[in-house]
């Protein structure tokens, strides 16, 4: 690194011509700064920052957030899945990586200049403002249009190759456009766990509103297709891709609903760039120059060795949070951000007769430590009730 001495710039003088000459310079500097500001609207535009080996994004998107509140006016219960995710990606962040919410700690890389906007559903959090925040992605006025994705690392937790059971995937996402991009269909996700490719996996949306799902496990490839359009654009949707290793049978599912498939008549296609074994997410992995969807990202859920049930895509799809049994907007997540409003509701306890049940506690007897614990209660917390699914 090199260093300036900037006193040496403009020596010290004691000229009235210099020192006038030096005034009207920093009149000058300072007019072409304010105008330069005055053309920045601070809640919409992004600020950057280019420098040496330095690529860093300041965005500030006020009007999603600061409007929101949160009323604690009813009973919370925690999500009891989060032993079965291990990869839980979200539209929260904006810049260069996008943080794992699983807590297996799989950060993404997110590529372009992707925006966030209002996600126009309830997700059963706020009671006020925007009630849900999605990422805008491809945007035709972006100057990334069909640069921007999310890439996630290989790692053992994303493949299918060990898989002995079989994996669900969830993804919440708005289409914008289904055409086709660079002479492919927009692609929800790809990803490839070997350079033949003998195990990968794929989610495709047709620009006639099918739905295609291919997984390849062994060398065999198995790939259905919604028998029907099942998607438009401008709707939001939860889509299940599942695949069970005990039948090989592929199974779609769409806000709340499984749908009818068949065989997949077309071709099926990997991403040319066979070594990298990197989860694509919003286009076709490396080697591709299409495929990419114009459209907005909500969450996507990776779940290897679990083959979800018709109940748990419906629980899922009433709460828009955890495939347990909990009623819409009473999913517990903890660490949280809103506005708090109003009181505690008259009526709602903390604890009921139930919550010290001896499952979570030892009873001892007198001063001692004598006594053991007593036999299990259904309705007391277990040691996975506080999994970290749901803390950021």
């Given amino acids: 690194m090199s260093f300036v001495d900037f006193r040496g710039l403009r020596p010290t003088s004691n000229d009235p011509l210099l020192a006038l000459f030096v005034e009207l310079q920093k009149t000058v500097l300072k007019k072409l700064r304010d105008d330069q500001v005055a053309l920045v609207d601070s809640d919409n535009e992004d600020i950057f920052i280019d420098g040496q080996d330095v690529d860093s994004a300041i965005k500030y998107h006020s009007e999603l957030g600061s409007q929101q509140l949160f009323k604690f006016d009813k009973k919370y219960y925690p999500a009891g899945d989060a032993d079965k995710i291990k990869l839980w990606l979200r539209a929260r962040d904006l810049g260069n990586a996008v943080k794992d919410r699983s807590g297996q700690n799989h950060t993404a890389d997110l590529y372009g200049d992707p925006t966030l906007v209002d996600g126009t559903i309830d997700l059963g959090i706020h009671t006020h403002g925007v009630k849900s925040i999605a990422r805008r992605m491809n945007r035709p006025t972006s100057a990334f249009q069909n640069l921007e994705w999310i890439q996630v690392p290989d790692t053992a937790d994303l493949r299918i190759t060990p898989l002995t059971v079989g994996l669900s995937i969830f993804i919440r996402v708005r ?206 917390y277990d040691d996975t009730f506080f999994d970290p699914l749901f803390f950021d």
Avoid at 246 to 261: P, R
Avoid at 317 to 330: D, M, R, V
Avoid at 333 to 353: D, K, R
């Fill in 175 to 380: 289409f914008q456009s289904l055409a086709q991009q660079g002479g492919r269909d927009p692609t929800l996700f790809e990803k490839v766990d070997d350079s033949t490719p003998n195990n990968a996996y794929m989610l495709q949306a047709k620009s006639d509103g099918r739905l295609v799902f291919v997984v390849k496990k062994g060398g065999v490839t198995y790939a259905k297709e919604t028998t029907a359009p099942t998607v438009l654009g401008g709707g939001v949707y939860d889509i299940w891709a599942v695949f069970d290793i005990a039948d090989n049978s592929i199974h779609i599912y769409l806000d709340g609903v499984e749908q009818t498939v068949s065989n997949f008549a077309g071709i099926v296609n990997w991403q040319t760039t066979l070594t990298n074994h990197d989860l694509f997410i919003f286009r076709r992995g490396l080697g591709e120059d299409g495929g990419f969807v114009q459209g907005d990202f909500y969450d996507l859920k990776y779940y290897p060795e679990y083959v979800v049930s018709d109940l748990d895509v419906q629980y899922h799809f009433n709460n828009k949070w955890t495939i347990s049994n909990i009623p819409f907007g009473q999913v517990m997540i903890a660490n949280y951000w809103a506005t708090f409003t109003g009181g505690i509701s008259v009526g709602v306890c903390s604890f009921s007769e139930t919550s010290f049940s001896p499952v979570s506690f030892n009873i001892c007897i007198g001063s001692g430590g004598g006594g053991g614990p007593l036999p299990t209660v259904t309705d007391a």
